[in-house]
């Protein structure tokens, strides 16, 4: 078992920028395919990038450039650097992980364990 908690979100300006954070305990990150993903009000959720244990990372288009993701294994914390806010980034960023790094990257369902989310809020 894997309990994910995140930190880090808030209300910030257009092209202001935000770190959110996913603390792990139970099992190590190094474990684990991790992800971050988002679910704006009535709309579903979606992928927002993934890192592979071996430090390989991927991002949806609409983040691509603006996002990073990061992994610290001594502190088994996963991060998301959020540069260049936008308004359309505003919904609740949730953690993942998930044993295979292809279902991050392709499905919200199945997914093996979650975080409880935090809200980001980007005015205009």
């Known amino acids: 078992q894997v309990q994910l908690v995140e930190s880090g979100g808030g209300l910030v300006q257009a092209g202001g920028s935000l770190r959110l954070s996913c603390a792990a305990s139970?099992?190590?990150?190094?474990?684990?395919?991790m992800g971050w993903f988002r679910q704006a009000p009535g709309k579903e959720r979606e992928f927002v990038a993934a890192s592979r244990s071996g430090g390989a990372t991927y991002y949806a288009d609409s983040v691509k450039g603006r996002f990073t993701i990061s992994r610290d294994n001594a502190k088994n914390s996963v991060y998301l650097q959020m540069n260049s806010l936008k308004p359309e980034d505003t919904a609740v960023y949730y953690c993942?992980?998930?044993?295979?790094?292809?279902?991050?990257?392709?499905?919200?369902?199945?997914?093996?364990?979650w975080g409880q989310g935090t809200q980001v809020t980007v005015s205009s």
């Open positions: 139970g099992r190590t990150v190094s474990d684990y395919a």
């Open positions: 993942a992980a998930d044993n295979h790094i292809i279902k991050l990257r392709t499905t919200t369902r199945g997914i093996d364990y």
